[in-house]
Nanobody, 112 residues
């Protein structure tokens, strides 16, 4: 069973950037899809972005053009580059693999 560990969260000012990483304990080659969800306080978990094994990407409308998902199979890691952050992006961000395996989450707080 693979374990996923997110990192890279933190406090950032509005308009700033962060890059989240999701490191897997084993090979991610076999995972047809990996991605990110987030959960803000008092809200349901929402989908953010996915990336397929072939490199295809999809984004939620509210992050499209600001966030970029990528994967490095050699490093067994998926990334989420987040730019132009605003307060609505404040949430705990979770990585998934085929929506079966989940990380513990990393907190992102956007505040001045």
């Amino acid at each position: 069973q693979v374990q996923l560990v997110e990192s890279g969260g933190g406090l950032v000012q509005p308009g700033g950037s962060l890059r989240l990483s999701c490191a897997a304990s084993g090979s991610i080659d076999s995972f047809s899809i990996m991605g990110w969800y987030r959960q803000a306080p008092g809200k349901q978990r929402e989908w953010v972005a996915d990336i397929t094994s072939g490199g295809g990407t999809r984004y939620a409308d509210n992050v499209k053009g600001r966030f970029t998902i990528s994967r490095d199979n050699a490093k067994n890691t998926v990334y989420l580059q987040m730019n132009s952050l605003n307060s609505a992006d404040t949430a705990v961000y979770y990585c998934h693999a085929i929506r079966k395996y989940w990380g513990q989450g990393t907190q992102v707080t956007v505040s001045s």
